[in-house]
C-alpha cells in the first residue's frame, strides 16, 4: 500500500491546515497506540485513510493548489503591468487639469520612484516575517486607494502623495508576486517567471489601449477601472492557499560584505540604474512628448500600447531561444546598442506612423535587458543571491528617481522641450553601452 507523499502531503496541509492527521486505526488497534503524524512513519496498527483522503485525491488538492497560486501571481503581475503604464497614460490628462508643467510631471514621476526604492528595500523582512500572502494583501490595498482617491485629488501635492502611495504599492506587489515562482515551481521557475513576463506586457498594453479605445481618454474612469480590477485581485489573494513565512530573507545587510568585493555587483547595478530609466521613461514620458509634438492624444495613448508595450511583449517571447544559444552579456550588448538608435529615431519625428514602428522596435530592443541582467545577477552570485538581486533591483529605481527628475529639469515649463530632454534616453543607451565593456 503506496502512503501518502510528503508532496501531497504538504499540499494538503497548505489548503486544509485541519487535515493533519489523515490516519485511521486498523482493525485491532489499541486505543492508545499513537498515530503517526508530522511525517512520521505509520506504526503496524494503523493505516492510511482511503477514498476522500487518498494519494488520487491529494494530488488532485495539490494540483488546485498550484493553480490558484499561479492566478494569484498572474493577476498580481498583471496589476503591476496596468501600473507600469499608468502615470504615462494620465499625465497628460492630469496635466491639462492642474495645469502641470513637464518639471512638475518629473517630480510626481520622481515621488512615484521613491515609493519603489522604499517598497524594494522594506518588503523582503515584511515577506519574511509576515508572509507574501500579507505583503500582496497590503500591496493590493495602497494601490486601490491611490487610484480610488486619484479621480478626487484637489492639488498637486496630492498627485504626489498618491503616486509616491501606487509606487509603494507595485513595488510591494512585484516583489512579492515573483517570489510565489518558488512556491509554484521551486526547482524549474523559468518557465514560470516567463509567464508572469508575459503578464506583466499584457497588463502595460491594456492600460493604454482601454484607455484611448475605451474611455475616451478619460483618466479619472481608467483609474477607477483598475482600482476595481485591483480590489478584485486583492480578494481572489486573500482567499488563495498562499503558503506561510518560511524564515528565509530575500534582503540580508549582513551579507552585503561578502559581494560587494565583486566589481561585477556595481557594473550590474549601474547596467540596470540606466535601463530602468530608459524603459520607465517611455513609459512615462512617450504620450506626453508625442502630444506637445502635435499627435492626437488618443494615437499617441496606442503608439504605447500597440507600439512600444507590444514591442516589449513580443520581445521578451522572443528573446526566450535566443538566450539558449547566446551568452545572456552579448544579449544584453545588442540590445543596448539597439536601444541607441531606435530611442533616437523616436525622438526625431513627428509621423504617428514612423513614430510607431520606432517605439515598437525600441521595446524589441529593450525586452531582454530586465530578466536577463537579474539572471546574469543571479549566476554571478551563486552566494547571496537574493541579496545581490536587491540591490540591483533597488539601483533600478533609483535611476529612474534620478531621470525623472533631469528629463522633468531639462524641459522646464514648455512640453515641447521634452523632445530635448528625451535625449537622456539614448544617452543612457550609450552608456550602457560602455558599461558592457567591463562585464
Not at 547596467?271 to 509634438?293: D, K, M
Not at 507590444?310 to 551568452?327: D, F, H, K, S
Not at 545588442?334 to 510607431?356: D, F, G, K, N
Amino acid at each position: 500500500m503506496a502512503y501518502e507523499s510528503l508532496a501531497c502531503r504538504n499540499a494538503r496541509l497548505a489548503t486544509f491546515p485541519e487535515l493533519e492527521f489523515p490516519w485511521r486505526p486498523a482493525s485491532g488497534a489499541r486505543r492508545n497506540d499513537p498515530a503517526p503524524g508530522h511525517g512520521a512513519a505509520p506504526s503496524g496498527t494503523w493505516q492510511p485513510i482511503r477514498g476522500r483522503f487518498s494519494d488520487k485525491i491529494l494530488t488532485r488538492i495539490s494540483y488546485w493548489r498550484n493553480f490558484m497560486l499561479i492566478v494569484a501571481a498572474i493577476l498580481a503581475i498583471f496589476v503591476y503591468g496596468m501600473i507600469a503604464a499608468m502615470l504615462g497614460t494620465i499625465l497628460p490628462n492630469l496635466s491639462a487639469r492642474f495645469k502641470l508643467t513637464p518639471e512638475q510631471n518629473g517630480t510626481i514621476a520622481m515621488a512615484q520612484a521613491i515609493g519603489l526604492i522604499i517598497a524594494s528595500i522594506s518588503v523582503g523582512p515584511l515577506v519574511d516575517n509576515e508572509g507574501k500572502k500579507v505583503a500582496l494583501v497590503l500591496g493590493l490595498g495602497l494601490i486601490a486607494i491611490a487610484l480610488f482617491a486619484l479621480p478626487r485629488s484637489k492639488s498637486y501635492g496630492w498627485i504626489i502623495g498618491l503616486l509616491f502611495l501606487l509606487g509603494i504599492g507595485g513595488g510591494i506587489i512585484v516583489t512579492a508576486a515573483n517570489a510565489l515562482v518558488s512556491d509554484i515551481s521551486p526547482d524549474n521557475p523559468a518557465p514560470v517567471l516567463n509567464l508572469l513576463n508575459l503578464f506583466f506586457g499584457l497588463g502595460g498594453l491594456a492600460t493604454p489601449f482601454i484607455s484611448a479605445n475605451l474611455l475616451k481618454n478619460d483618466a479619472f474612469k481608467l483609474c477607477y477601472l483598475t482600482a476595481i480590477l485591483t480590489a478584485a485581485t486583492l480578494i481572489v489573494h486573500s482567499v488563495a492557499p498562499i503558503p506561510p513565512p518560511t524564515g528565509e530573507r530575500g534582503f540580508r545587510f549582513s551579507e552585503i560584505g561578502q559581494i560587494t568585493g565583486n566589481p561585477t555587483l556595481y557594473l550590474l547595478a549601474l547596467l540596470l540604474f540606466l535601463y530602468v530609466a530608459c524603459e520607465v521613461g517611455v513609459w512615462n514620458w512617450l504620450p506626453r512628448h508625442l502630444i506637445a509634438q502635435g499627435v492626437p492624444e488618443g494615437k499617441a495613448l496606442n503608439i504605447l500600447s500597440l507600439g512600444f508595450a507590444l514591442g516589449l511583449l513580443i520581445g521578451r517571447v522572443a528573446a526566450a531561444p535566443i538566450l539558449m544559444n547566446v551568452a545572456p552579456e552579448r544579449v544584453t550588448l545588442a540590445a543596448s546598442v539597439l536601444m541607441v538608435v531606435t530611442t533616437l529615431l523616436a525622438l526625431q519625428t513627428r509621423q504617428p506612423s514612423i513614430s510607431w514602428v520606432a517605439v515598437f522596435c525600441a521595446g524589441l530592443a529593450m525586452a531582454p535587458v530586465f530578466p536577463t541582467t537579474l539572471a546574469m545577477a543571479r549566476g554571478h552570485f551563486p552566494v547571496a543571491t537574493a541579496t545581490a538581486m536587491g540591490i540591483v533591483i533597488t539601483c533600478g529605481w533609483i535611476g529612474l528617481a534620478v531621470s525623472s527628475k533631469i528629463i522633468g529639469g531639462i524641459a522646464g515649463g514648455d512640453p515641447a522641450r521634452l523632445k530635448k530632454a528625451l535625449l537622456v534616453l539614448p544617452v543612457f543607451s550609450v552608456l550602457m553601452v560602455l558599461v558592457h565593456l567591463g562585464l
